[in-house]
């Protein structure tokens, strides 16, 4: 039988989120069900609530940094039993046969991901509701193991925040020796700090506020430069191997780029937008420097990264609210007011309201 859920929703793109009953399927026989204990707030989540990518199909119930424990598991699932602490990311399936799939990485599924939550399931046609609910179905394929180590509502934003910025970090092999940039500080680029110090890499915040460099080294950054004073900008021409861009709105790539080493890289994670104003070609030509983009990661390097991080204990700095709270939450992102992600307390929901 299928599962009645209480969960929060958007019903409207102006409307806030409020208390909501729907149907979760009955689980499949590659099926986890997961009791959830926490669910991270991600700025795509406001994006989605509000239809801001204009593809939102109401109720949406967001959240896709998810943590529980295993309740059951269908007859074809031996890797996760019951009692099992898990995660689950943005996405729940994928074509699983495409050359992307195939190489692990099924954020690039070129039929199409099934993302957690405003999608279509691929079997049933059914909608896909994320985590800000008691309870989820997923398939055992697309469920992370999650160390008892690791402080799990501190861990629930690494299956967003975290993977986004270790996967590019994994990508361009950021080492020992490596000299990498992190431009924002939030809650991907507070996570790209500890990731690329963790690595071994020699590591600057690029910032436009003065008066972060406590709280940055604090995260991991040896540097902390001011990328609106010329001068600092000039000091570090041609230093950094590789930049990770953090900020999620339309911003002048020219300056950074004058910070890259020969064949030096420029990763945007955090921009949809297109790009302004337009980047001189010519910082891009005479330096065979690269702009490239990266996107959440695969399962299997979401697995690595959970265990990077239990075995180096690194989680997010958060701020737990109650499920009744994230209306205000929105609104103090949408102000860059948290230090640095908001994680829901999903027994909260038994409360009314």
Not at 8 to 17: G, K, R
Not at 93 to 104: E, K, L, P
Not at 225 to 254: C, E, G, W
Not at 307 to 329: K, L, P, Y
Request: glycine content about 10%.
């Amino acid at each position: 039988m299928p599962l009645s859920i209480h969960g929060y929703a958007a019903h409207s793109a102006t409307a806030p989120l409020g208390a909501h009953q729907f149907e979760r399927r009955d689980p499949r026989p590659d099926d986890v069900v997961i009791d959830i204990l926490y669910c991270g707030v991600c700025h795509t989540d406001i994006h989605q609530a509000r239809n801001e990518w204009g593809r939102s199909v109401y109720p949406i119930v967001p959240g896709h940094e998810i943590v529980g424990r295993v309740s059951a598991v269908g007859r074809e699932v031996s890797k996760f039993k019951v009692g099992d602490t898990v995660g689950v990311g943005c996405l729940v399936d994928s074509c699983q046969h495409c050359a992307s799939c195939n190489a692990g990485l099924e954020q690039y599924c070129e039929e199409g991901a099934t993302w957690t939550y405003n999608s279509v399931d691929r079997h049933d046609g059914l909608r896909t509701f994320g985590g800000y609910s008691e309870r989820i179905v997923v398939s055992d394929k697309f469920v992370v193991s999650i160390s008892d180590r690791l402080d799990l509502k501190a861990a629930a934003p690494l299956l967003c925040a975290g993977i986004t910025t270790w996967s590019p970090l994994r990508h361009w092999n950021i080492g020992k020796g490596s000299k990498v940039a992190v431009v924002g500080l939030g809650g991907l680029g507070h996570m790209g700090l500890k990731f690329a110090k963790a690595m071994g890499a020699d590591v600057t915040l690029f910032t436009r506020t003065p008066g972060k460099e406590a709280e940055a080294r604090r995260l991991g950054a040896d540097h902390v430069v001011l990328s609106t004073d010329p001068k600092q900008m000039a000091a570090v021409a041609r230093r950094f191997d590789f930049i990770l861009d953090t900020v999620p709105s339309p911003h002048d790539l020219n300056p950074y780029l004058n910070t890259l080493s020969l064949n030096g890289v420029h990763c945007l994670v955090g921009l949809l937008e297109p790009i302004e104003p337009p980047v001189q070609a010519g910082m891009v030509v005479l330096g065979r420097r690269s702009i490239a983009g990266s996107a959440i990661g695969g399962i299997a390097e979401t697995q690595e990264m959970l265990d990077f991080c239990a075995e180096h204990g690194i989680v997010s700095d958060i701020e737990v609210i109650d499920m009744q709270e994230i209306n205000e939450a929105y609104e103090r992102v949408l102000k860059s007011d948290v230090r640095y992600r908001f994680v829901i307390d999903i027994a909260s929901l038994k409360r009314a309201g």
